[in-house]
Structures are given as structure tokens and as C-alpha cells.
């Protein structure tokens, strides 16, 4: 549904209610929650995202858009960053509490057939959408190299998940505590230059993935990348998410949150 | 609730000439054309489809962002995006014709030739029902709210567009006025068949970190439970002031906020922002207000429509 007329039909977004299974800090301002959704898991997509509402009350009136990080049986997995009153109020949910989300949403990774080996490059909270990528990568036998960034060793988000899929796992960190010291789209370029690839899927500060999409571009190899838009519906209707591509004005949540670099007009999109 | 109170609620409401299936119809620029709200909501369980607003050439809208959560509410400043109504004809229509519903096209313009030209494009098209004209829009800068914050102006419209067609016609009235009895009094006047309000109240948010406003054109147009008591507050003044039905919209949320609409004087009521919190929301109030009128022993919904007890 949606209109949107992706390669990705997957099925339609349902409202389900869930519940929090465990809720726990996995590194400084940053949580996992892991939710009961039986619905979600079972038809969730790479890349794909969930608009959770954190709070009945009304004076944080919208739901918040998060990405599936992984799925496990029933229950998906979602990497949260405490930023504003609702990730605070997400952050309070403990085991048992219910909530409702609208999912799956949104138009994923594309996974080409034919493809060998891939490069997923993130920045901090960047790493969430890419989790199941990894793991349907693997699954499909495409040899994995993961570049992974971070202000300090402590905030590698899903370094465990990366580690385990990957063929090769680098780290960049800016106080130089685990890997390169700088940033990751320093390691992305050095990897750009070594390995054969044929494809980098990158997420993270819009300002790295303009960087990582540019490197991939110069080095010939196309690149995905999944946007963040202040969104309000999540589901096609309100025009609040609008990226601008060379096809016009897109949806973000419906469209997106993955585009194809290529077509993305960056000088006038925002920048969050 | 009374024992053995089991009968069936009439939930059908006159809106002129429109006799519609139910009261609850959806607010535009919230539900597009209804398309993505298939997958939750029974379309043709609503009393009527409003849709986006629809130019007569594409609009490209306002930079991002375009949105900011507040206290019980959100400001917009999306500017009307929406590809022309020849695509709007093509494409939306098309795709309604499927649909069991009354559709009635919101229809913007910055000249009043522009909203006649809108019109006289869709006067071909069976699959419309009727006109909403946008004179309250806060996020253009020319036409829209201008239209609709001054008698003389909303007066023109209305009459231009009420030569241009014999479909039902209603006019979206703006809050940001002073006095909008007066105003509805205009386009009552001019020959409108309904009125509907409120649009969204322009404001402001600052991100303090940052000094920068959180919308892109810094100001916009604030929607959700936050302009309930002012929109309840306008359509009740309206009701009074003119003797065609009113359409009341702003902040409602469940079928309670619907019912004080109605009993402050709205023939029929729009779902808004809701929407975007809960997709099911227009269902809801529709099951809600039926149990409402049931639990009290009232037979027809319209019953409710400016009994309110002063
Ligand atoms: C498709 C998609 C997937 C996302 N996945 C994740 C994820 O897996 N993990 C995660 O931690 N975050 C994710 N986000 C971002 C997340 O939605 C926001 O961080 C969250 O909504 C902030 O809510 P808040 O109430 O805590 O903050 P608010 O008080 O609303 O805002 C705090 C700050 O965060 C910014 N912000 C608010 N909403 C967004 C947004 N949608 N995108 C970017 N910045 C925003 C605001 O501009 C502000 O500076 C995703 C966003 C999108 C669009
Ligand atoms: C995102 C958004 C887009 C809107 N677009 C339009 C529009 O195109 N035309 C119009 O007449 N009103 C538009 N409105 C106003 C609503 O139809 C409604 O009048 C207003 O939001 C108040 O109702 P609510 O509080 O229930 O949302 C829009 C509102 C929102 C939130
Ligand atoms: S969030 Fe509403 S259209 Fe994308």
C-alpha cells in the first residue's frame, strides 16, 4: 500500500500492541528495548521502521519513528538514543508495560542479486538499521565487512552483532580509544581502496553519509543510505518528511527512509 | 446506562443538500486522499474524505522542516504540497472511484482565479461531491489565509467560486481574526452551503540550543488537543452567527471531543492531527459517538447538534 512504487511490496503496516519484554542501557544515553511483536518480527524487512507510541498522555501528542535493529522469534529489537522527552519516556518502560506501534514501515535495503560483498558503514546510532542487514547478508552468503564509528570504545553500538557477521570488522572511534582514532569515513575510504565491493549501505550523521556516499561514488560503487525525517503519520500522508531526490519530492517514510545516493539532491535536503 | 436501551443509533446528518452516512469526515491535509489510511480505517464507514488541499498547477510546498511537536499539539508549516489537480484528477480520483465515499476536494489558490480555475477543472469529474474552499491557509504567502482574514476578500471568493459550481460548497474559515462571527457571516452571505472550522492557529517554537526557530519558515500552523477550547469556542460563535451547518474541527481526539462540537453547534466533524497518533481514530469516534448517543437514550446523532444547555 502507499502508493509507493517500490520493488519492495512487503506487507501492509498494521497497528500492534505490544509489549516490553526487557529495557536495559547498553552504553552512556543509549538503550535497547525489546519488544513482544509478533506481527512485526515476523514480517519486518532490513532498513525497514516501526512509529512506536511511547506515551498515551497528550502533551507528547505524536508516535517517534525507530528502525528495527533485530529480530529474535517474536520479539524485535530496537537501539534507542535518549535525546528528548519521548526517547526519556521510552527510557522509563520496564518489562511488562504495553505500547502500540505502526509497522512495518517504510521502503528498506536493497539486497541485489548477485552481490558478494558488502560494506555497511555506520556512525553511532547509525549501526540500529544496519543490524539486520547484517545478519540477511550473511544469512544469503555475502561476505560482510562492517566499519563502525564512534566517539569513544563504550559507545560501538552493536559491536557484538557486528563482530559475529562480519568477515571484517573495523572501528573508529574520535579519542582514538578502540581502532583508528578519527572518524569512520577515514577507515570507509581506506576500505573503499582495499576490498572488492559491490555495494555500501551507510547510516548515521547525515554529514557522514554525504561523505560516505561521495567516497563510494568516486570509488564507483553505489551506495544506500537511510534518512531521518521529522515525521508525524510514518505512513505516506502528511508531507512532513520530504527528501528532495532527482525524481522530485519524496516520502521519507513511505519512499524511504532508504534512498540510493545517487538520487538524492543533498545541497537542498536538511540536515537534522 | 439504562437497562434494555438496545436500539440503533440514526448516525446520518444533513450538510445542505449532502445527506451524509455519519457526522465524523476526515480534516484536510491529514488523511491525503485516504489511500494510505486503507490498511486501518473502513473508508467507507466515514460520513466524508476531505481531501488535501488541491492547486491548479503543482505546489512544491516549504522547506524542512516542516514540523514540530508542542505541548498537546503540533505546528505545521507543510505549505500545501500537492501535484495540481490535473494529477490530483488522474491519480487521487482515479483512485477513489473504488471507494464508497463522499469526497469533498479542499481546494487552495492564491488568486481567486486560481481557486474558480481549480473548481471548473473538477466540475467534469463525477467522483466529487463537493468543495471545501481553504481561505485559511497559514503557510502561503500569498492567497490562502489572506482570503479568509478579511470579509470583503472571503466574501469574493465565495462568490467566485459559488458561479463556478451547483455542488455543495464550503468554506474553511481561519482562527487568526478577531471577530469570526463576522467573517462567517461573509461567506455565509456569498452563498456558501457550509462552513467549516477551525485551520490551524499560527505559532512559533525556538530551538534553544541552536537560537533557530524549529520550522524552516519559522512560523506555522498549530493543530491537536492544544486548540480544542479555541476551536469549540469559534464554532459555537459561528453557529449562532449564521444559519447554514457548521463542520467543527480542532484537537479532537475521541468521540467526547466530537460530541462537545456537535453540542456547541457543528452538524458534522472533522478529524484532524488524531490521525497522525492514532490511524484508527476516525473509526473510534464513529463507534464512540454512536455509544454515546445510545448510553442517553438519543435516537439520531444530529439530536446533539447546538443542544447545548446555557
Ligand atoms: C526512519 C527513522 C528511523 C529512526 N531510527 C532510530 C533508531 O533506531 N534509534 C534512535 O535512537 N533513533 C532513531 N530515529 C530518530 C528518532 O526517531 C528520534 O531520535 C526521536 O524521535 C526523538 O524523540 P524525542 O522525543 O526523544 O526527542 P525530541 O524532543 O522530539 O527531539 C530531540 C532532538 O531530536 C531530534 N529529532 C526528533 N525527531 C527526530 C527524527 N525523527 N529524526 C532525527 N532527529 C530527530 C530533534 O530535532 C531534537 O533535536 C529514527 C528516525 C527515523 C525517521
Ligand atoms: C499536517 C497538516 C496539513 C494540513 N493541510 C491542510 C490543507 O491542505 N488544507 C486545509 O484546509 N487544512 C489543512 N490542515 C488543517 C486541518 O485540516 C485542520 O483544520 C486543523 O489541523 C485543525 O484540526 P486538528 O486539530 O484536528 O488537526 C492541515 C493540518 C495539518 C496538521
Ligand atoms: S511522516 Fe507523514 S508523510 Fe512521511
Redesign the interface.
Known amino acids: 500500500m502507499g502508493g509507493c512504487a517500490c520493488s519492495q511490496p512487503g506487507v501492509p503496516p498494521a497497528l500492534e500492541n505490544v509489549e516490553v519484554v526487557a529495557n536495559d542501557r547498553v552504553a552512556s544515553g543509549v538503550g535497547l528495548v525489546v519488544l513482544h511483536a509478533p506481527r512485526t518480527a515476523a514480517t519486518v524487512r532490513p532498513g525497514q521502521f516501526v512509529h512506536l507510541r511511547i506515551s498515551r498522555e497528550s502533551a507528547a501528542l505524536l508516535r517517534r519513528p525507530f528502525s528495527v535493529h533485530r529480530v529474535r522469534g517474536e520479539r524485535i529489537e530496537i537501539l534507542y538514543q535518549v535525546l528528548g522527552t519521548g526517547t526519556r519516556l521510552l527510557a522509563e518502560r520496564g518489562a511488562g508495560e504495553e505500547m502500540d506501534l505502526i509497522g512495518p514501515l517504510g521502503h528498506g535495503w536493497e539486497i541485489p542479486p548477485g552481490i558478494t560483498h558488502a560494506l555497511l558503514v555506520a556512525g553511532g546510532l547509525g549501526a540500529a538499521p544496519l543490524g539486520m542487514l547484517a545478519e540477511e547478508l550473511a544469512a544469503r552468503g555475502v561476505a560482510v565487512t562492517v566499519a563502525l564509528g564512534a566517539p569513544t570504545e563504550e559507545r560501538l553500538i552493536a559491536r557484538d552483532l557486528f563482530e559475529t557477521v562480519a568477515r571484517r570488522f573495523e572501528t573508529a572511534t574520535d579519542d582514538g580509544s578502540c581502532g583508528v582514532e578519527g572518524f569512520v569515513t577515514g577507515v570507509c575510504e581506506s576500505l573503499l581502496a582495499d576490498e572488492a565491493l559491490d555495494l555500501v549501505y551507510t547510516c548515521g550523521p547525515e554529514q557522514m553519509q554525504r561523505i560516505v556516499a561521495a567516497q563510494a561514488a568516486e570509488a564507483g560503487v553505489s551506495c544506500q543510505v537511510s534518512l531521518e525525517r521529522l515525521m508525524a503519520c510514518g505512513i505516506g500522508a502528511c508531507l512532513s518528511c520530504v527528501v528532495r531526490t532527482n525524481e522530485g519530492q519524496k516520502r521519507a517514510c513511505v519512499d524511504g527512509p532508504v534512498f540510493d545516493a545517487a538520487t538524492l539532491l543533498w545541497d537542498r535536503s536538511e540536515i537534522l | 446506562m439504562r437497562e434494555g436501551v438496545t436500539h440503533t443509533v440514526d448516525m446520518s446528518v444533513k450538510l445542505g443538500n449532502l445527506i451524509l452516512r455519519s457526522p465524523v469526515l476526515t480534516a484536510s491535509?491529514?488523511?491525503?486522499s485516504g489511500?494510505?489510511?486503507?490498511?486501518?480505517v473502513d473508508l467507507e464507514r466515514l460520513g466524508g474524505l476531505v481531501t488535501k488541499g488541491v492547486s491548479l498547477e503543482p505546489w512544491?510546498?516549504n522547506?524542512?522542516?516542516?514540523?514540530?511537536?508542542t505541548?498537546?499539539?503540533?505546528l505545521?508549516s507543510?505549505g500545501l504540497?500537492n501535484p495540481g489537480v490535473e494529477a490530483f484528477c488522474k491519480?487521487d480520483l482515479a483512485?477513489l472511484a473504488g471507494v464508497d465515499v463522499p469526497v469533498i476536494v479542499n481546494v487552495s489558490g492564491h488568486t481567486v482565479a486560481e481557486y474558480v480555475g481549480v473548481i471548473e477543472r473538477l466540475e467534469s469529474e463525477p467522483r466529487v461531491d463537493g468543495y471545501e474552499v481553504n481561505i485559511s491557509c497559514p503557510n502561503v504567502d500569498s492567497g490562502g489565509m489572506a482570503f479568509g482574514t478579511a470579509c470583503v476578500p472571503a466574501g469574493e471568493v465565495t462568490r467566485a467560486c459559488r458561479a463556478a459550481t451547483r455542488r455543495p460548497l464550503i468554506v474553511k474559515l481561519s482562527p487568526n481574526v478577531t471577530d469570526v462571527a463576522e467573517i462567517a457571516r461573509a461567506v455565509a452571505g456569498a452563498g456558501a452551503d457550509a462552513i467549516s472550522l477551525i485551520n490551524t492557529l499560527l505559532g512559533m517554537a525556538i530551538d534553544t540550543g541552536t537560537f533557530r526557530p524549529r520550522l524552516?519558515r519559522v512560523v506555522g500552523g498549530l493543530s491537536?488537543?492544544a486548540i480544542k477550547p479555541v476551536a469549540l469556542r469559534m464554532v459555537w460563535q459561528v453557529a449562532h452567527a449564521v444559519d447554514v451547518p457548521v463542520i467543527g474541527m480542532g484537537g479532537i481526539?475521541d468521540a467526547e471531543d466530537a460530541a462537545e462540537f456537535m453540542l456547541a453547534g457543528a452538524s458534522a466533524i472533522s478529524i484532524g492531527?488524531a490521525?497522525?497518533?492514532?490511524?484508527?481514530t476516525s473509526m473510534r469516534v464513529s463507534d464512540g459517538l454512536a455509544e454515546f448517543c445510545r448510553a442517553r437514550g438519543i435516537r439520531r446523532v444530529s439530536e446533539l447538534t447546538g443542544a447545548l444547555r446555557t
Open positions: 491535509g491529514t488523511f491525503a489511500r494510505e489510511f486503507a490498511d486501518f512544491e510546498g522547506p524542512a522542516p516542516r514540523i514540530a511537536e505541548p498537546s499539539g503540533m505545521n507543510i504540497q491519480k483512485w524552516a491537536g488537543p481526539m492531527t490521525n497522525f497518533v492514532d490511524p484508527t
